[in-house]
């Protein structure tokens, strides 16, 4: 197993010259690493084959919604406020 910094474990990848040069735009335009976008692709990637993150987020969105700034009807209201829950 490779190295852990901080909760990182170094790997290595192979990228197209076009992905490469895309990605390296793309992170001076946001100001953030290449390690950086590449954890977030892997992020968005993992969440929409519906992986455990996917879950985790919802689990803690469940029992989130009580009382939800006095709310009284998150029953019937649930899709007024699931997007705050899951912003979380």
């Known amino acids: 197993m490779a190295k852990s910094a901080g909760g990182l474990i170094r790997t290595q990848v192979q990228l197209t010259a076009r992905q490469h040069r895309e990605l390296h735009s793309l992170a001076a335009r946001r100001r953030a690493s290449l390690a950086r976008l590449v954890r977030e692709g892997v992020d968005k990637l ?3 084959e519906g992986g455990e ?3 985790a987020k919802l689990n803690r ?3 989130s919604l009580h009382d939800r700034r006095g709310a009284t ?3 019937r209201r649930h899709d007024r406020y ?3 829950a899951f912003a979380r």
Do not use: E, K, T
């Open 61 to 63: 969105a469940v029992g």
């Open 53 to 55: 993150d996917r879950w």
């Open 46 to 48: 993992l969440a929409s």
């Open 73 to 75: 009807n998150v029953a």
């Open 82 to 84: 699931l997007p705050d």
